[in-house]
C-alpha cells in the first residue's frame, strides 16, 4: 500500500512514537497552523504521518522523562509529578539541599504523554498515526524531491510512503567514533511503602552514598510521587551496563541499607541506558532525511538529559516548517546543543573517564557552590556564557585544563564491543 499526499501539500513523516517523534509531531500540529491545544486554525499545507511501532516485542514499555522548567508548559496536563526542592548527597552522608525557585523538576510518564499527543494529532484534519515497522528510508525512485519510507503493517503487508521530508528518531545501531564514551545506565522500581517514608516536595537527584564502582560512579535517585510511594533507581556513569540481577542488587541494598525504608512492593520497573559520549551524530542523512532525538545528538552528553533539547529541536523544525517553501530547500536539521556546550561537556567526561576528579564530590560541590537555579541551566544548556564562566572557576581547574589540552590530539574510535546493546535504549529515561 502507498499513501500520497492531497495536491498543495507538502507530505511530512516522523518516525517513531517516543518523546522526540511525538514532540516533533505535537510542535507541527501547534505551531500557528495547527488547532486542538491553542493553535490557529488547520494550515492547508501540512499533510503529517507519525509512523509508531505496531503492538509486541519491538514496543517499548512504560518509561519515564525528566525536566525542569519555570512555567506550566506544552504537556502540563501529563506531568505525573513535580517538585520544588532538591538534595544532593555525598558520599559521607552530608546532604545539600536548594530551591531552584523559579525552576521545578517535572515528571511525565510516556503513557500519559502518548495519549495527550495521540488526541492533538486526532484533532488535526492533516495528522494522521500509522502502525509499522519501518525497513529503510531511501531517496524516491520517481526522482522527485523527498524520500519514501519503505515498512510493513501488523499484518506483514508493505507500506510505502512517499513524504517531501522525513523526521527520524530511531536510535542508531552502535555509538559514533568518540574520544570518550560513557554509559548512563540504570535500573528503577516504583515502590510502594507500608507507611510514609518520603518527601513529596523533595527530588533526590543524586545520592553518592553507594558503593562506587572500579570505572565511573554511582548513585541513587529518589523521586517521590506520595508519602508512601516513589521511583527509586540504581544509576552508574560506566562504560558497560550491569545485568538486570546486578540492579537488583544494588537496588536492594541501596533501598534496605541506606535508605531503610522497611517492608514495600515493587509495583514496576524501568531499565535503560543512555549515552554520555562527545562523539557527533550526524543529524542529516540526505537532503529529506533528517535525524531527531537521541539520534541527533539531543542527549546533553556529560548528564544525559534530553527531554528539554528534544522541545528545542521540535520548536525550531516546526518554525523552519512554518515559513514559506523555498525551490531545492533540504530538511531543516537545526542543531540541539550550542558548540561552547558540547565542548565543556567533552572535558567533563574525559575527566570523569580518566579518573582524574572524583565524580561524587565533582558533582555534590558543584551544588554546593553554585546557586542551584544556575546548575540546573547549565545541565539544561541554557545557561549564560557568564554562568559557565563562574561554575568553571569552581571546578577542578588543573585536571580540567589539562584534559581540555589533550582532547585535540585523541583519535576518535569505537566503543569496544559495541553493537546493539549499547545503542541507546528504546526504554531510556530521558532524564
Given at each position: 500500500m502507498r499513501r500520497t499526499a492531497e495536491a498543495g501539500a507538502r507530505p511530512l513523516v516522523v518516525i517513531g512514537g517516543g518523546a522526540a517523534g511525538l514532540s516533533l509531531a505535537n510542535w507541527l500540529v501547534g505551531h500557528g497552523h495547527g488547532h486542538g491545544h491553542?493553535?490557529?486554525?488547520?494550515?492547508?499545507?501540512?499533510?503529517?504521518?507519525?509512523?509508531?511501532?505496531?503492538?509486541?516485542?519491538?514496543?517499548?514499555?512504560?518509561?519515564?522523562?525528566?525536566?525542569?522548567?519555570?512555567?506550566?508548559g506544552e504537556y502540563e496536563q501529563a506531568v505525573t509529578a513535580q517538585w520544588s526542592r532538591l538534595r544532593i548527597t555525598g558520599p559521607d552522608g552530608n546532604a545539600v539541599e536548594a530551591e531552584p525557585a523559579p525552576l521545578r523538576y517535572r515528571m511525565l510518564r510516556s503513557t500519559a504523554?502518548?495519549?495527550?499527543?495521540?488526541?492533538?494529532l486526532d484533532a488535526h484534519p492533516g495528522a494522521r498515526i500509522v502502525r509499522a515497522t519501518v525497513q529503510r528510508v531511501q531517496t524516491r525512485p520517481d526522482g522527485r524531491p523527498g524520500a519514501r519510507v519503505v515498512a510493513t503493517d501488523p499484518a506483514g503487508r508493505p507500506l510505502t510512503l512517499d513524504a517531501r521530508y522525513v523526521f527520524d528518531s530511531r536510535p542508531p545501531v552502535r555509538p559514533p567514533l568518540a574520544r570518550t564514551t560513557l554509559l548512563q545506565h540504570f535500573r528503577g522500581w516504583f515502590v510502594h511503602t507500608d507507611r510514609p517514608r518520603f518527601d513529596p516536595?523533595?527530588?533526590?537527584?543524586?545520592?553518592?552514598?553507594?558503593?562506587?564502582?572500579?570505572?565511573?560512579?554511582?548513585?541513587?535517585?529518589v523521586l517521590p510521587l506520595a508519602p508512601d510511594r516513589a521511583l527509586v533507581e540504581y544509576t552508574e556513569f560506566s562504560r558497560r551496563p550491569l545485568t538486570t540481577a546486578d540492579y537488583e542488587r544494588a537496588l536492594h541494598d541501596y533501598t534496605h541499607r541506606i535508605l531503610g525504608l522497611g517492608p514495600f512492593t515493587v509495583a514496576e520497573a524501568e531499565q535503560g541506558v543512555i549515552p554520555m559520549t562527545d562523539g557527533r551524530f550526524p543529524?542529516?542523512?540526505?537532503?529529506?532525511?533528517?535525524?531527531?532525538?537521541?539520534?541527533?545528538?539531543?542527549?546533553?552528553?556529560?548528564?544525559?538529559?534530553?527531554?528539554?533539547?528534544?522541545?528545542?529541536?521540535?520548536?525550531?523544525?516546526?518554525?523552519?516548517?512554518?515559513?514559506?517553501?523555498?525551490?531545492?530547500?533540504?530538511?531543516?536539521?537545526?542543531?540541539?546543543?550550542?558548540?561552547?556546550?558540547?565542548?565543556?561537556?567533552?572535558?567533563?567526561?574525559?575527566?570523569?573517564?580518566?579518573?582524574?576528579?572524583?565524580?561524587?564530590?565533582?558533582?555534590?560541590?558543584?551544588?554546593?557552590?553554585?546557586?542551584?537555579?544556575?546548575?540546573?541551566?547549565?545541565?539544561?544548556?541554557?545557561?549564560?556564557?557568564?554562568?559557565?564562566?563562574?561554575?568553571?572557576?569552581?571546578?577542578?581547574?588543573?585536571?580540567?585544563?589539562?584534559?581540555?589540552?589533550?582532547?585535540?590530539?585523541?583519535?576518535?574510535?569505537?566503543?569496544?564491543?559495541?553493537?546493539?546493546?549499547?545503542?541507546?535504549?528504546?526504554s531510556e529515561e530521558l532524564r
Amino acid at each position: 500500500m502507498r499513501r500520497t499526499a492531497e495536491a498543495g501539500a507538502r507530505p511530512l513523516v516522523v518516525i517513531g512514537g517516543g518523546a522526540a517523534g511525538l514532540s516533533l509531531a505535537n510542535w507541527l500540529v501547534g505551531h500557528g497552523h495547527g488547532h486542538g491545544h491553542g493553535g490557529d486554525r488547520p494550515g492547508p499545507w501540512l499533510d503529517l504521518t507519525v509512523v509508531e511501532t505496531p503492538e509486541g516485542p519491538l514496543r517499548p514499555p512504560p518509561r519515564t522523562w525528566c525536566f525542569w522548567d519555570d512555567r506550566p508548559g506544552e504537556y502540563e496536563q501529563a506531568v505525573t509529578a513535580q517538585w520544588s526542592r532538591l538534595r544532593i548527597t555525598g558520599p559521607d552522608g552530608n546532604a545539600v539541599e536548594a530551591e531552584p525557585a523559579p525552576l521545578r523538576y517535572r515528571m511525565l510518564r510516556s503513557t500519559a504523554f502518548e495519549e495527550l499527543v495521540h488526541d492533538r494529532l486526532d484533532a488535526h484534519p492533516g495528522a494522521r498515526i500509522v502502525r509499522a515497522t519501518v525497513q529503510r528510508v531511501q531517496t524516491r525512485p520517481d526522482g522527485r524531491p523527498g524520500a519514501r519510507v519503505v515498512a510493513t503493517d501488523p499484518a506483514g503487508r508493505p507500506l510505502t510512503l512517499d513524504a517531501r521530508y522525513v523526521f527520524d528518531s530511531r536510535p542508531p545501531v552502535r555509538p559514533p567514533l568518540a574520544r570518550t564514551t560513557l554509559l548512563q545506565h540504570f535500573r528503577g522500581w516504583f515502590v510502594h511503602t507500608d507507611r510514609p517514608r518520603f518527601d513529596p516536595s523533595t527530588a533526590h537527584l543524586m545520592d553518592f552514598r553507594l558503593p562506587q564502582p572500579a570505572h565511573g560512579l554511582a548513585f541513587g535517585y529518589v523521586l517521590p510521587l506520595a508519602p508512601d510511594r516513589a521511583l527509586v533507581e540504581y544509576t552508574e556513569f560506566s562504560r558497560r551496563p550491569l545485568t538486570t540481577a546486578d540492579y537488583e542488587r544494588a537496588l536492594h541494598d541501596y533501598t534496605h541499607r541506606i535508605l531503610g525504608l522497611g517492608p514495600f512492593t515493587v509495583a514496576e520497573a524501568e531499565q535503560g541506558v543512555i549515552p554520555m559520549t562527545d562523539g557527533r551524530f550526524p543529524r542529516r542523512a540526505g537532503p529529506a532525511h533528517v535525524r531527531i532525538g537521541t539520534a541527533g545528538g539531543a542527549t546533553r552528553p556529560a548528564t544525559g538529559y534530553t527531554f528539554a533539547a528534544i522541545q528545542r529541536q521540535s520548536r525550531a523544525i516546526a518554525a523552519a516548517l512554518a515559513r514559506p517553501p523555498t525551490p531545492g530547500r533540504t530538511a531543516p536539521a537545526p542543531a540541539p546543543h550550542r558548540r561552547r556546550a558540547l565542548a565543556m561537556d567533552a572535558v567533563l567526561l574525559r575527566a570523569l573517564d580518566t579518573g582524574r576528579i572524583d565524580g561524587p564530590r565533582f558533582f555534590t560541590d558543584l551544588f554546593r557552590r553554585t546557586p542551584a537555579e544556575q546548575v540546573l541551566r547549565f545541565l539544561d544548556g541554557r545557561s549564560t556564557p557568564a554562568e559557565e564562566l563562574r561554575i568553571g572557576l569552581r571546578c577542578p581547574v588543573g585536571p580540567m585544563l589539562r584534559c581540555a589540552a589533550e582532547l585535540p590530539l585523541l583519535p576518535r574510535r569505537a566503543l569496544a564491543g559495541s553493537g546493539p546493546e549499547h545503542a541507546p535504549n528504546s526504554s531510556e529515561e530521558l532524564r
